[in-house]
């Protein structure tokens, strides 16, 4: 069990709940009672250099687009509408060997800009900081539910078909960077169709199925020739002599969405095709527990969630 995954665990045992909290730890984001019939949902995430990005490889508006991005890309994970975003900086006191700090920071939220008002997102306050370190970035976001209620990761049932949305693998060619918050399609599909659970691809479609399946009580099955394989996972593919579908499955930051659905439904959706992206069947969720790989020839065995985990192996 990774470092991430035993503090998760302990945080689920020790931190008291509120009455207006539904959902806490677990998720892709908190969902909180309003005052009214909608609900708050809130989520953050956190940025650093050398982990996330390289600083002295890529400009500050990517960074601050990613920021931003994988914020919006957890609110899509619920469903959720987004609203506001608050940023907090921790910047390196002499700025980078390209920039100053100043001239840093306001690159970070240029590249948030665009993306803030592509979504209709007002970003209200935060914090800033310097200090002798490396870069720091922290957003959290706020979205609210619609009259369709959130999409929580342990709303899955078995013989749920399990769709994906977009292309999976090698994003770190570019995609890791240039993230496509699915914001639009989650809120489309969610009002159209009857979805059960949902999580996004952060850190790797076989680790984030298994998130979604274990949240829900299941095991899952992984149908690898169904996989929407990218050009940049192939393209990565002949570099370090991985498979394509071994990028597919475990390089994470694809922030495609996966979805568990009904039989019939996802049958409806696959017709349908309503989005601007493809939407692909890639497996289904199963009452044997455990993540599993499905070949050809219809022959199963056990896959192994990998993916990445902050803290590594503890």
Not at 257 to 283: K, M, N, S
Not at 296 to 308: N, Y
Request: aromatic share 4%; hydrophobic share 40%.
């Amino acid at each position: 069990m990774s470092l991430e995954s035993e503090l998760i665990a302990w945080l689920q045992e020790n931190l008291p709940t509120g009455p207006r909290l539904d959902i806490g730890l677990g998720d892709d984001a908190a969902v909180f009672s309003g005052e009214g019939s909608g609900k708050q949902v809130v989520t953050t995430d956190l940025l650093t250099d050398e982990v996330d990005f390289l600083i002295d490889e890529v400009q500050p508006e990517q960074i601050g687009h990613k920021a931003l991005g994988v914020n919006l890309s957890d609110l899509a994970a619920m469903a959720a509408r987004p609203v506001a975003a608050f940023v907090s900086l921790v910047l390196p006191r002499k700025g980078t060997a390209s920039c100053a700090a100043l001239d840093l920071a306001i690159g970070l939220y240029q590249g948030m800009l665009p993306l803030a008002e592509r979504f209709d997102v007002t970003i209200a306050g935060g914090d800033t900081n310097s200090w002798d370190g490396r870069l720091a970035i922290c957003i959290t976001a706020f979205g609210e539910t619609t009259d369709c209620g959130p999409l929580v990761r342990s709303g899955g049932q078995a013989g749920d078909q399990l769709l994906v949305t977009g292309q999976l693998g090698g994003s770190i060619l570019g995609r890791h960077l240039q993230v496509e918050p699915r914001v639009h399609e989650a809120l489309l599909l969610n009002e159209r169709y009857e979805l059960h659970a949902g999580i996004d691809i952060s850190d790797g479609l076989a680790l984030d199925t298994s998130r979604l399946a274990m949240a829900s009580g299941l095991g899952a099955t992984l149908n690898l020739p169904a996989l929407p394989l990218s050009d940049a996972a192939s393209k990565l593919s002949e570099k370090d002599a991985r498979s394509p579908i071994e990028h597919a499955l475990s390089d994470g930051e694809d922030f495609e969405l996966i979805f568990a659905v009904p039989d019939d439904e996802a049958t409806r959706i696959l017709r349908d095709q309503p989005l601007e992206i493809p939407i692909t069947r890639i497996g289904e969720l199963t009452q044997q527990p455990g993540l599993w790989q499905q070949d050809a020839t219809g022959k199963q065995k056990p896959l192994q969630p990998q993916g990445f985990e902050h803290g590594g192996q503890a």
